[in-house]
Nanobody
């Protein structure tokens, strides 16, 4: 069992930055691939970024590539999402998720076994 708790969300102006954190419980955190997803009001949950268990591979949605960076610190059982040059369309609840098997379908909700509650990110224009 893995429990995930996100933090770092808030209100920021367009063009600004935020760094989200996702703290995980459990001794086997380093065995999990991890991902960030987001859900805006009235929209489906969508993939944002994912990172392999070692941190050696990272993947991004086209809409955030070049602006967001995912990273992890296995010693701290934490992953991060550095978000730069934020846009109003980035406004959403951001959730982190853990994947036990390291599926190649890293952008699919179905690949993830554990989810956090989410943190709100609001970008004003």
């Amino acid at each position: 069992q893995v429990q995930l708790v996100e933090s770092g969300g808030g209100l920021v102006q367009a063009g600004g930055s935020l760094r989200l954190s996702c703290a995980a419980s459990g001794r086997t955190f380093s065995n999990y691939a991890m991902g960030w997803f987001r859900q805006a009001p009235g929209k489906e949950r969508e993939f944002v970024a994912a990172i392999s268990w070692s941190g050696g591979s990272a993947y991004y949605a086209a809409s955030v590539k070049g602006r967001f960076t995912i990273s992890r610190d296995n010693a701290k059982n934490t992953i991060y999402l550095q978000m730069n040059t934020l846009k109003p369309e980035d406004t959403a609840v951001y959730c982190c998720a853990a994947d036990r098997s390291g599926s190649r379908y890293y952008d699919s909700i179905l690949s993830y076994d554990y989810w956090g509650q989410g943190t709100q990110v609001t970008v004003s224009s």
